[in-house]
């Protein structure tokens, strides 16, 4: 019913940017209760990176002042802007989010994941 397509993902050099993107789309009307983005390293497990919901965002401390999380309501998609990048943001990037319908609220999915490999 609802679909999460994240891009922008790749190869950076460290001290580069990268914007990763996150189309929601649906068969239904829904609104946003939270956005967020999630890594996961390789054996490592799954980290909250970013939220935003209505106007509060908040970071985590690992990425604060570097990454900046927004949204484009208008396209239903959301951002992760990363600046400064170090070769530890190396992961899989997961864009997740939790809406609600008429006939329900809170409900949670899921992207695929993007790989953002920091490195030369």
């Known amino acids: 019913q609802v679909q999460l397509v994240e891009s922008g993902g790749g190869l950076v050099q460290p001290g580069g940017s990268l914007r990763l993107s996150c189309a929601v789309s649906?068969?239904?009307?829904?609104?946003?209760?939270?956005m967020d983005w999630y890594r996961q390293a390789p054996g490592k497990q799954r980290e909250l990176v970013a939220i935003?919901?209505?106007?509060?965002?908040n970071y985590a401390d690992s990425v604060k002042g570097r990454f900046t999380i927004s949204r484009d309501g208008a396209k239903n998609t959301f951002y992760l802007k990363m600046n400064i990048l170090k070769p530890e943001d190396t992961a899989v990037y997961y864009c997740?989010?939790?809406?609600?319908?008429?006939?329900?609220?809170?409900?949670?999915?899921w992207g695929k994941g993007t790989l953002v490999t920091v490195g030369s």
């Open positions: 997740h989010t939790l809406i609600s319908t008429a006939a329900q609220s809170r409900m949670s999915y």
């Open positions: 935003i919901s209505g106007e509060y965002t």
């Open positions: 649906g068969s239904i009307s829904f609104s946003f209760d939270a």
